[in-house]
């Protein structure tokens, strides 16, 4: 599975590294040590301020990224365990399977494949404290009398 071209809006990267009074708490590292302090310095991220508002209450493709991704979604390794003909189980399966194993992209959040507000269709590829998608592993037996 996978999707190419698609771009996200990383809000939460907007909010950790825009510098403001509502945000001084929350900076990364990055952001900070490339930070806008004085002529000839970075001027990537912005300059720390005293200012309440993130980037002054604009819209800015500071915070869009490349949410193209590849993702192995489903995998299932099966084997049918030989059995001897006179017992009373037919048939024996051992499984296990793996869901979300692997996800290859460049986009810096958790994940590419977002929605800020599950409820809604009209926001996808916006990233604002979305829950990532949970990689989950099971196993087990299907047995056949």
């Not at 809006?9 to 509502?22: G, W």
């Not at 990224?65 to 049918?80: A, H």
């Not at 460049?106 to 829950?131: H, R």
Request: proline share 5%; glycine share 8%; hydrophobic share 35%.
């Amino acid at each position: 599975m996978g999707n190419m071209g698609q771009k996200v809006a990383n809000l939460n990267r907007a909010y950790l590294n825009a510098m403001t009074l509502l945000t001084n708490s929350n900076i990364s590292k990055e952001a900070w040590d490339h930070r806008w302090h004085g002529e000839g310095t970075s001027n990537y991220y912005p300059a720390p301020t005293a200012n309440g508002l993130v980037f002054n209450q604009r819209v800015s493709d500071f915070y869009i990224e490349d949410g193209s991704f590849i993702r192995i979604k489903n995998v299932t390794l099966s084997y049918l365990v030989p059995l001897p003909k006179r017992i009373l189980i037919n048939s024996c399966k051992a499984f296990v399977t793996a869901t979300n194993l692997y996800t290859l992209t460049k986009y810096k959040g958790y994940d590419p494949e977002v929605s800020a507000f599950a409820s809604s269709s009209l926001t996808p590829g916006c990233d604002f404290g979305t829950i990532p998608q949970y990689k989950t592993f099971s196993a087990g037996l299907n047995i056949g009398f």
